[in-house]
């Protein structure tokens, strides 16, 4: 998991739920990533852009933004986005996975390109949903 020395990521967009939530942490530019990249992900989904796609190269993706306000991951830990980003979609896919080494993920997700866009947009908003709600829910001591 990537470490920083930074102060906690903000993006200032008041409609993100990780980066509004309590509790920041040096995770939470990678959070704020996954799911700037999920919603993403819809836009292109509805270009009819093949999940596979939409699923690989997120952190060069990201980079390419120029504004200040959209979280840019290191190049060292485009990899570690790319696993997560694909772990936390074949979750919503259903796949009880707990890791991103879960050797089944690839076929959920070669499963999940055949459906078609729409199912694929409610795939991704699904993902979404669990993974806020997953970063976001207090924490049990
Ligand atoms: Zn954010």
């Given at each position: 998991m990537p470490r920083s020395t930074t102060p906690a990521w903000n993006?200032?967009?008041?409609?993100?739920p990780i980066c509004t939530a309590?509790?920041?942490?040096?995770?939470t530019l990678m959070r704020c990533a996954i799911l700037t990249l999920l919603e993403q992900g819809r836009w292109m989904a509805s270009d009819e852009i093949p999940l596979p796609e939409i699923l690989s190269a997120g952190g060069k993706y990201l980079s390419?933004?120029?504004?200040?306000?959209v979280p840019a991951p290191a190049a060292e830990h485009w990899a570690w986005l790319e696993a997560e980003l694909r772990l936390t979609v074949a979750r919503a896919a259903g796949l009880d996975a707990v890791s991103a080494l879960d050797p089944r993920i690839d076929r959920v997700l070669a499963t999940a390109a055949r459906r078609t866009w729409r199912r694929q947009i409610d795939l991704l908003d699904l993902a979404a949903e669990q993974f806020t709600e997953l970063h976001t829910r207090p924490r049990t001591a």
């Open positions: 993006c200032h967009n008041d409609a993100c309590p509790a920041r942490d040096e995770m390419r933004f120029t504004d200040d306000d």
